[in-house]
């Protein structure tokens, strides 16, 4: 591959400049970033349990650790993630039912306004483990 | 770039459109159960005032066939799902559609040997430990 066949992706005047890219496309990015982070996501949570499926005291040890402030975030970094990518997940297949279509950019902020609304409720849910800190040291 | 992606749409095939889909709306069914019963729900357990979940607590939940088939079920969906979304992207790349049949063999695979991984590694909690 060279240089000058990536123009298509770098390049000023490539739709993936910054400043070329409308709303949709941000979402499509999005998605696509999301939806492979989720992969990821997934078989790293099958290596973890399947250390920690073994016995009790190896699963209760792991729970300790994935409890910690630090984990917990990263969870919410997961529950945005999930949210935003099934929000437009659902935008996505609106549009391939038909509903919608001529409105494409209104749908996204709708989806948006849903995403924002459920990503502040699981960061009330996850709040105090994260920020408040526990007796045994968290 | 956008007459590209028309066209690997057309390399995916109507069928992995569909179960892209399908699978979608069922794993939005999936976390709903999964995140309802793993976090919320009271199954009795956290009699030690602890509130982590402790293998005790999946070994109860997973003594309800239900739940086995919730969570086999969230995980043959996922697989499906994000092997299927990974190859949408991979067919983004030419050089990748070049090799449709090495990837197609590929993901079948992985998606099939991390289903059986899966499944084996809830064994303990459902046979008790
Ligand atoms: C929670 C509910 C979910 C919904 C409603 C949803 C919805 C969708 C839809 C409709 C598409 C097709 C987009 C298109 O063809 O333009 C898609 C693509 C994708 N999804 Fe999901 N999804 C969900 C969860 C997940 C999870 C858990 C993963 C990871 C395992 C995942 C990974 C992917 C990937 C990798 C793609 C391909 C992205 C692309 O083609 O750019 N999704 N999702």
Do not use: C
């Amino acid at each position: 591959m060279k240089i000058r066949d990536l123009k298509w992706l770098f390049g000023r005047n490539s739709e993936f400049w910054p400043t070329n890219i409308k709303t949709g496309m941000w979402a499509w990015i999005g998605h696509r970033i999301t939806g492979l982070v989720l992969v990821v996501y997934v078989f790293m949570h099958l290596s973890f349990l399947s250390t920690a499926s073994i016995s009790s005291g190896d699963f209760n040890s792991l729970m300790e650790v994935t409890s910690k402030p630090l984990f917990v975030a990263m969870d919410f970094v997961l529950i945005i993630a999930v949210i935003f990518h099934a929000m437009n997940g659902f935008r996505v297949i609106m549009f391939d039912l038909g509903l919608g279509v001529r409105h494409q950019k209104l749908v996204f902020w709708i989806a948006m306004a849903i995403a924002a609304i459920l990503i502040i409720g699981g960061l009330w849910a996850l709040w105090d483990i994260i920020f408040v800190p526990s007796e045994g040291g968290g | 770039m956008p007459d590209q992606r028309i066209a690997t749409t057309k390399v995916a095939g109507t069928w992995a459109w569909f179960f892209q889909r399908l699978s979608a709306v069922l794993l939005v069914v999936f976390l709903g159960i999964h995140l309802y019963a793993s976090h919320f729900m009271d199954l009795g357990e956290h009699e030690s005032g602890e509130s982590l979940i402790s293998f005790d607590d999946v070994t109860l939940r997973l003594d309800q066939v239900f739940y086995i088939v919730v969570d086999y079920g969230m995980l043959s969906m996922v697989l499906v799902h994000g092997l299927n979304g990974l190859r949408t992207v991979l067919f983004d790349f030419d050089m990748f559609v070049k090799r449709k049949k090495y990837i197609d063999v590929g993901l079948w695979m992985v998606g099939i040997v991390t289903l059986i991984w899966g499944i084996v590694i809830l064994f303990p909690f459902i046979t008790g430990g």
